[in-house]
Nanobody, 127 residues
Framework: QVQLVESGGGLVQAGGSLRLSCAAS????????MGWFRQPPGKEREFVGV????????YYADSVKGRFTISRDNAKNTVYLQMNSLKPEDTAVYYC????????????????????WGQGTQVTVSS
């Protein structure tokens, strides 16, 4: 069983930055590719990015590429989402997620994790 807890959300002006954290319980954190997703108000949940188990490779949605960076510290059981040059359209609830059945490539192919989701953290970008 893995529990995920996001933190770091808040209100920021357009052009600003935030860093989200996702802390995981359990000793198998380093076994999972980790995904970030977001749900804008009134819209469906969408993929933001994924990081491989070792942290060596990452993949991002086109909408955030070049502005967002995912990293992880397996010793701390934590994955991060650094968000720069934020835009009002980045306003959403942000979630981290993991599924032991999914590989990094599965996320890239559009698979949605089923097993473990955090509670989400609100990011609001004002114009």
């Amino acid at each position: 069983q893995v529990q995920l807890v996001e933190s770091g959300g808040g209100l920021v002006q357009a052009g600003g930055s935030l860093r989200l954290s996702c802390a995981a319980s359990g000793r198998t954190f380093s076994s999972y590719a980790m995904g970030w997703f977001r749900q804008p108000p009134g819209k469906e949940r969408e993929f933001v990015g994924v990081i491989s188990r070792s942290g060596g490779i990452k993949y991002y949605a086109d909408s955030v590429k070049g502005r967002f960076t995912i990293s992880r510290d397996n010793a701390k059981n934590t994955v991060y989402l650094q968000m720069n040059s934020l835009k009002p359209e980045d306003t959403a609830v942000y979630y981290c997620a993991a599924d032991p059945r999914l590989t990094y490539s599965d996320y890239v192919s559009g698979a949605i994790p089923n097993d473990y989701w955090g509670q989400g953290t609100q990011v609001t970008v004002s114009s």
